[in-house]
């Protein structure tokens, strides 16, 4: 028996029918574009693509260098049985100074003849940068979370190292008047001999150790029973043998100093932005690096680089200057087939350059955080100064899908440092040979991050003396 629809009914139902499925039309459609299951079969459901910002920029900076933090990697370090803990025993990191690369080599230099003489430390202060003349680097002192997340770091040694004390530096009061003598600690990095390049004190950590506890009883001002606070010069990759260490407490004493949460929000919203003008589909905030995504290249060329002199250096000969570098940088891009590059350069002027040159060779797009930006992040990030925006780039650039940077510059070798904490654990043989990672004109190469042009005495001390 038919059922009887009468006129009102049937507009009805037509009118339900079409309101129930242009929605789903329309998500149907939504998902054709945003999903990138459509683009590809091998392509992660997880990405710029299908998450909104706010989850990307949360996963993104829930990431470190890939590993979750463990603070009994640190603890290794602390809980050591020979180390003799002086908490009244203060030191403070007297002249730290430079970009990122420098700061943390400083930094790090200090956290372990702290922790190996069992010293409490100042929270490490450092110089800042001249915003008229980047290359003053001795500006005054600035306090560290210029750089570094505060609340991230004394957290981390408060667990574990909880024997060592961490001061607020205060501009009002000093904790005590320090020892008249600034202390200078000899290389703990007797591998450098075996380098070639040997420091010009090779010693080992035992002999640290013993020469700052000599130090300290022979000073006239010492008094064991009171506060003692102790300046101590920089150092610059002559601490900890690195790769002596297991990797987790590489990783986990590297984790330790990171970027001021502002910076890491500006890479995250950099790479979504970059995800989504270049169709890339394959960049999930949770992992520590993307494949396939796209370059990312240190064009080191500013004013301060060279007055240095780097541009024309004659160790990295055809990668130093503007065009070595860019024809460098393209080339990698080619052979890795990555046709975006994501361009780190405190020059607006040479971003233009090389953007019209991968495009006129190529048809590469060339882009950088200022383009990427819009209100009111872009105005956040030209609040930064110089230093604190090249900070945004070092963030981003650790997560590309191939790193190209140049020899004479320790942030991009920092990076690649790194990155090659993802490098295979089975191929750590590798990885522990540094001649294998070298040739005549390239300083560094992994398979992950390419550094150009030669420096051999970066190089040999940064390899095993610098943290990722
Ligand atoms: C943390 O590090 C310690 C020491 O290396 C190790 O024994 C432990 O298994 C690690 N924990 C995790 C969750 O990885
Ligand atoms: C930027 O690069 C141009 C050349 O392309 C140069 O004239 C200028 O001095 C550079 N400025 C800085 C701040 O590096
Ligand atoms: C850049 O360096 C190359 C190789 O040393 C040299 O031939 C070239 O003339 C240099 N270019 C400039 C603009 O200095
Ligand atoms: C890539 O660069 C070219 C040339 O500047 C430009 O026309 C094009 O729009 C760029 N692609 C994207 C996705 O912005």
């Given at each position: ?32 574009i ?12 997880h ?35 020979d ?52 290359s ?64 010009e ?16 009883s ?178 981003v650039?650790?997560?590309s ?17 790194t ?22 004109d ?27």
């Open positions: 028996m038919a059922v009887l629809i009468s006129p009102g009914l049937r507009v009805q139902l037509i009118a339900g029918v079409l309101l129930t499925t242009i929605p789903l039309w329309l998500l149907a459609w939504h998902f054709r945003r999903n990138p299951l459509f683009v590809s079969r091998h392509i992660p459901i990405n710029a693509w299908t998450v909104d910002r706010e989850t990307f920029i949360h996963e993104w900076t829930e990431n470190q260098i890939g590993n979750p933090p463990n603070r009994s990697a640190i603890a290794l370090l602390c809980r050591k049985p180390i003799k803990w002086r908490p009244e025993v203060v030191m403070d990191l007297d002249d730290a100074n430079g970009g990122i690369g420098n700061v943390r080599g400083n930094i790090f230099d200090f956290l372990s003849l702290a922790i190996l003489t069992g010293s409490s430390i100042m929270l490490p202060s450092f110089q800042s940068r001249s915003a008229e003349d980047l003053a680097l001795w500006n005054g002192k600035i306090h560290f979370d210029t750089f570094f997340d505060t609340d991230h770091f004394v957290a981390t040694f408060a667990a574990a190292c909880p024997k060592m004390d961490v001061y607020m530096p205060s501009k009002d009061h000093s904790l005590v008047p320090p020892l008249q003598n600034r202390y200078q600690m000899p290389s703990m990095r007797q591998d450098l001999l075996e380098a070639g390049t040997p420091s004190t090779p010693s080992t950590p035992e002999e640290a150790v013993k020469n700052f506890n000599h130090w300290l022979v000073q006239p001002d010492y008094d064991p029973k009171k506060t003692t606070l102790v300046n101590v010069g920089r150092t610059l990759w002559e601490g900890l043998d690195t790769r002596s260490l297991p990797a987790a407490v590489r990783r986990d004493f590297g984790g330790s100093l990171r970027l001021i949460p502002e910076v890491r929000r500006l890479a995250a919203i950099v790479t979504y932005n970059l995800a989504l003008k270049y169709h890339l589909h394959n960049i999930d905030a949770r992992l520590p690096y993307y494949t396939s995504a796209f370059l990312g290249a240190h064009l080191r060329t500013e004013s301060d680089a060279k007055a240095a002199g780097w541009l024309n250096d004659e160790t990295a000969a055809a990668h130093a200057n503007y065009t070595g570098q860019t024809n460098a940088y393209l080339s990698q891009a080619v052979e890795r087939n990555l046709p975006i590059i994501y361009v780190a350069s405190g020059n607006a002027t040479e971003i233009s350059r090389f953007a019209e040159k991968a495009w006129h060779l190529h048809s590469f797009n060339v882009t950088s955080k200022a383009s990427l930006l819009s209100d009111p992040d872009l105005e956040a990030l030209q609040q930064l100064t110089w230093d604190q925006q090249g900070l945004v780039d070092y963030e650039l650790r997560r899908s191939s790193l190209a940077g140049f020899a004479r510059s320790s942030f991009a070798f920092n990076i690649a440092i990155r090659n904490e993802f490098v295979d654990v089975n191929r750590e043989s590798l990885r522990l040979r540094p001649q294998d990672l070298r040739r005549e390239v300083a560094f190469d992994d398979g992950f991050s390419k550094i150009w042009g030669r420096f051999p005495w970066q190089e040999d001390r940064m390899l095993r003396g610098a943290w990722p």
